[in-house]
């Protein structure tokens, strides 16, 4: 099993960044794919982006590439989700997650979520 436990979150003015972490623990994060979720008010859990286990290939939503930006330190059992450029509409609680190696936007594991607020 992995254990999730992101951090990072909060309110920042549009326009501005924020680096979001997510801690696992458990022996087998390693051999994970892992990604970044997000639900905003009112909306569906979507998919934000994905990386392999070691990092060879990244994966973003159509509508979120550029902003976005994941990575991940194996050595630290953390997996990072820089977004910057945010806009009001980035608004969500983001869920770190243990992916499926077939299907990296569906999840084995979920973190608890961090949530963040973007002002206009």
């Known amino acids: 099993q992995v254990q999730l436990v992101e951090s990072g979150g909060g309110l920042v003015q549009a326009g501005g960044s924020l680096r979001l972490s997510c801690a696992a623990s458990?022996?087998?994060?390693?051999?994970?794919?892992m990604g970044w979720f997000r639900q905003a008010p009112g909306k569906g859990r979507e998919f934000v982006a994905a990386i392999t286990w070691n990092s060879g290939s990244t994966y973003y939503a159509d509508s979120l590439k550029g902003r976005f930006t994941i990575s991940r330190d194996n050595a630290k059992n953390t997996v990072y989700l820089q977004i910057n450029s945010l806009k009001p509409e980035d608004t969500a609680v983001y869920y770190c997650?243990?992916?499926?190696?077939?299907?990296?936007?569906?999840?084995?594991?979920w973190g608890q979520g961090t949530q963040v607020t973007v002002s206009s």
């Open positions: 458990g022996r087998t994060f390693s051999s994970y794919p």
């Open positions: 997650a243990a992916v499926r190696t077939s299907n990296m936007a569906k999840a084995e594991y």
